[in-house]
């Protein structure tokens, strides 16, 4: 019934900005941690940050400064917002509760950073 649908993906250029969006259902968002990942062809998941209830962030260090995550409780929505983009950030971007449930994978939405 927990459903995590990613959005907001798309092709930029280095140094570009884009916003992902991730709307939840099927569970009591408001209470549970959330985190984006993010997995390159051929290369493991890994935890870009997450965002507590309460809205505390923490992030990976290869992130760190240029990525900003944001919730709305109202919406049971999350976002990540990206700047200064790297073409190292391309990637397939997931969202899942924090520590991630195996059921909750999406599709997840495509990232695509190249001149």
């Known amino acids: 019934q927990v459903q995590f649908v990613e959005s907001g993906g798309g092709l930029v250029q280095p140094g570009g900005s884009l916003r992902l969006s991730c709307a939840a259902s099927?569970?009591?968002?408001?209470?549970?941690?959330m985190g984006w990942y993010r997995r390159a062809p051929g290369k493991q998941r890994e935890l870009v940050g997450y965002?507590?209830?309460?809205?505390?962030?923490n992030y990976a260090d290869s992130v760190k400064g240029r990525f900003t995550l944001f919730r709305d409780n109202i919406k049971n929505m999350v976002y990540l917002q990206m700047n200064s983009l790297k073409p190292e950030d391309t990637a397939a971007y997931y969202c899942?509760?924090?520590?991630?449930?195996?059921?909750?994978w999406g599709q997840g939405t495509q990232v695509t950073v190249s001149s």
């Open positions: 899942n509760k924090y520590p991630p449930r195996g059921e909750y």
């Open positions: 099927g569970l009591a968002f408001n209470i549970y941690t």
């Open positions: 965002i507590t209830s309460g809205g505390t962030t």
